[in-house]
């Protein structure tokens, strides 16, 4: 097993920066790649980054590129999300996830592990 758990989350202004780090502890060597989803209510579970961990490849959904950027630390089994010139439409509760699928998924199904949310507030 595989546990995630997510920091970072919290209020800020549109046009500001957060940034979200996401620890991985457990079995973390069956870790092929880590994404980033994102649930405003109301809404389905959408991907927002994605990070395989044997190259660094990164995959990003168009609604963030240009503004979001995730990283991770191999050696610290972390995985972190800077988010820059936030939107309201941002706004929604972050999860951490991780799969042992080879490429980057962008469904939520294909990911085995999950962290338990941190919420993202951009206000107007």
């Known amino acids: 097993q595989v546990q995630l758990v997510e920091s970072g989350g919290g209020l800020v202004q549109a046009g500001g920066s957060l940034r979200l780090s996401c620890a991985a502890s457990?079995?973390?060597?069956?870790?092929?790649?880590m994404g980033w989803f994102r649930q405003a209510p109301g809404k389905e579970r959408e991907f927002v980054a994605g990070?395989?961990?044997?190259?660094?490849?990164?995959y990003y959904a168009d609604s963030v590129q240009g503004r979001f950027a995730i990283s991770r630390d191999n050696v610290e089994n972390t995985a972190s999300l800077q988010m820059n010139t936030l939107r309201p439409e941002d706004t929604a509760v972050y999860f951490c996830?991780?799969?042992?699928?080879?490429?980057?998924?962008?469904?939520?199904?294909?990911?085995?592990?999950w962290g338990q949310g941190t919420q993202v507030t951009v206000s107007s």
């Open positions: 457990g079995r973390t060597f069956s870790i092929s790649a």
């Open positions: 996830a991780a799969t042992r699928a080879i490429n980057i998924p962008r469904s939520s199904s294909l990911y085995n592990y």
């Open positions: 990070i395989r961990y044997r190259d660094g490849s990164t």
